[in-house]
C-alpha cells in the first residue's frame, strides 16, 4: 500500500518547496507534484521535514543503582509522538563485561522499539579484551562509535591512558569517539567536601560541576583526540567555557562536534532553588543545568554553527527513584527526560523565537547528526530511496506540556506547564503512520536497528600533531658514559 503527503511544503536542511511525498514499503519513492497513492496524509499548511533523530538516549540503563525507567518501548513512543523517528542509545558494558555481552543485552530490550535505533558503545573499562572486541563491534555489529565518560569517578570513569588508548584504536578502525566531559576526579573532590559542609540538598549538585570542570575536560578530550588523530564529539556541551573549547578547535580544522540538550538551552541553574525537593531533585543530570549567559552561548554556537546537533540525553528516573539521594546529593540518579518534547521546544523556543530557520531546525535535529554517524542519507533526508522516516509538522499546533499527558513512564517532566506551538500532525516510521493528531498508533518492535558503517577513514590526515606520528631520532656522536 503507498502513501502520499499531500499539499505540504517539503523543508530540508537545504531546501525548502512545495511538493508531494509518495511512500511506498518504507521508502520514500516519489516527490513532485500531484501524487497519488491508496492513503492520503494531507499537509495542508504544514512542513514535511526528516524525522528528528535524537543520537543520545539511555532507555532502561543500569545506572546508580537503578535502571532508567523509560524502556525502548515508552521510550521509542514518547520519540514519536514528537516527531523523532530514530534514537540512538547508549550501550553501556558493566566493568570486565565485554563489549559483545553488552550488546546483546541492548539487542534483548531493544526489540520493544517502536521506531528505529542504532547504538553507541561505550568504554567504561580498558584491557585486551575490550581492544580486541573493538574491532567486530565496527566491522560486524555495525557500530562506529565509543563513547569515554571522563566523569563518575569509581564508575564509568576513563582515565586519560586508557582514553588515549582507546582514541588510538577508533583511528585504526575508522570510528569516532564521543566524551562525557567533566573532569570526575575534581567532581568527587568537590562533592566529598559539599557533603562535609553540610550541603547535602540538589542544588549541591550544580555547585560540584561547575563550568570549569566541563571547559578543562572538553578542552582536554579535544587535545588527546588531536594526539590520537579522530575527530570527536562532545555530548551535553552545556557552557560557555566547554563551547568556548569546540569553537576555537573548529577553528583550527580540527573535526570536533558539539551537542547541547534541549534542558540545557531552556531550562536555568534557578531550578535546583526550588524549595520543593523533588522538584530540583527531578532536574539532576550531568553537566548541570546553567545560567542565562551559558544559555545565550549555546544558542549562538547552534546559529553560527559552532554547535552542530541538539539532543536529550534521555535518562528518565521516576520521583521516588530520584529520592534515593535525600540526604545526599551525590546519590540523587542523574539524569531528566526529554525525548518527547525535544523538537516542540527547539521549535518554538528557537524557529518562533526567530534564532533559527525552519532549515536549520532540520539540520541539528536530524541532518547533521545523520551525516557524522553516517547513516545519511537512508536517515536525515527527504529523498528518493530514503528511509521515510518524516514528520508532517504543523507550525500552529499548540499545547500545554504535561505529565498527565505524556508518553514517558515517569511521573513527573522537566518541561512541565511550558507552552508550545509547533507540533507533529504526522509521524512516519519507515513508511508506517505513528502519529495522527496527536493520536498515538505505535506498533511495538517496528523499530529495526541501523548498522553503520566506519565514519572516518581519512582520520589520519586530520590530526593536527605531527610529531606523534613521525619522530626523528638525533643521531648522536660523543655520547656521554652513564653515570651509575
Ligand atoms: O545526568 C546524565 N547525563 N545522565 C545520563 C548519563 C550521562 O552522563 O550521559
Ligand atoms: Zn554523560
Ligand atoms: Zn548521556
Redesign the pocket.
Known sequence: MTTVIKNGTVVTADLTYKADVLVDKGKIVEIGPDLKGDETLDATGCYVMPGGIDP?T?LEMP?MGTYSTDDFESGTRAALSGGTTMVVDFALPAPGQGLLDAIQMWSNKSTKANCDYSYHMAITWWGEQVFDEMETVVKDKGITTFKH?MA?KGALMVNDDEMFASFQRCKELGALPLV?AENGDIVADLQARLMAEGNDGPEAHAYSRPPAVEGEATNRAIMIADMAGVPLYV??TSCEEAHEAIRRARMQGKRVWGEPLIQHLTLDESEYFNKDWDHAARRV??PPFRNKQHQDSLWAGLQSGSLSVVAT?H?AFTTEQKRYGVGDFTKIP??TGGLEDRMPMLWTYGVATGRLTPNEFVAVTSTNIAKILNCYPKKGAILVGADADIVVWDPNKEKTISADAQQSAIDYNVFEGKHVKGLPRFTLTRGQVAVIDGEVTTQEGHGEFVARDPVNPVNAALSTWKELTAPRKVERTGIPASGV
Open positions: 543520545h539511555h545506572f565518560f563518575y562525557h555530548v551535553h543530570m550531568s540525553d535518562c542523574n539524569g
